[in-house]
């Protein structure tokens, strides 16, 4: 070989180790970076497939209903949901006044009766035929509720029996005509 070559060779030897070195560190630090890397992936992996579960789950929550109609605030219609609230059946205008210890009088059940097509009219109530009125109930197996009066505050009178749940409504005796003078 040529003096001049061989000085040369060993420079290229030089350079060859300094760059095999040099590819060496760098393979080294990207190994290293690589199973830096390998963690977080897996982690965007799961919160993908978590993210991709919880969108595929049903709603937690029903849908949006619309508002339950607003009452009126007169506490007449609370103690007339009260007792529809402890009646099995449909009740007319004037079973209701009895119910609420009303006087069985014209302005009373007319008065009554308008209550209760207010509060049809504000879907609470039901009205299955004229004058018959009833609540909406989900259909339960349940025992219906003990037939009670009530008083005008809403609660049983004083000394009031309950009456048991198969009884019927106690009605009061019809007015007797009286008849007129003779003459």
């Known amino acids: ?17 300094e ?4 590819a060496e560190q760098l393979r080294t630090q990207i190994d290293e970076l690589t199973a830096s890397l390998r963690e977080p992936n897996e982690e965007m992996e799961n919160l993908a497939v978590t993210r991709k579960t919880l969108l595929a789950l ?6 949006p209903t619309d508002p339950p109609p607003a009452l009126p605030d007169h506490p007449a219609y ?4 009260t007792v529809f609230a402890d009646t099995a059946g449909p009740m007319r205008a004037r079973d209701l006044c009895e119910r609420l210890d009303l006087a069985i009088m014209p302005k009373n059940i007319e008065s009554t009766r308008h209550k209760l097509k207010r509060l049809v009219s504000l879907g609470v109530l ?6 018959l ?7 339960t197996t349940s025992p219906p509720a003990p037939n009670r009066r009530l008083n005008r505050a809403g609660a049983p009178p004083t000394g009031a029996a309950v009456l048991p749940p198969d009884a019927p409504p106690r009605r009061r005796p019809a007015p007797v005509a009286s008849a ?4």
């Open 180 to 183: 007129g003078p003779s003459g």
């Open 133 to 139: 009125f009833t609540q909406h109930r989900p259909s």
């Open 19 to 22: 760059f095999a070195t040099t």
């Open 1 to 17: 070989m040529d003096a001049q070559i061989t000085p040369l060779l060993e420079r290229i030897k030089a350079r060859e180790r």
């Open 58 to 63: 049903p709603p937690t929550t029903p849908e």
């Open 126 to 131: 039901t009205e299955p035929e004229p004058g």
């Open 78 to 81: 609370q103690r007339i949901l």
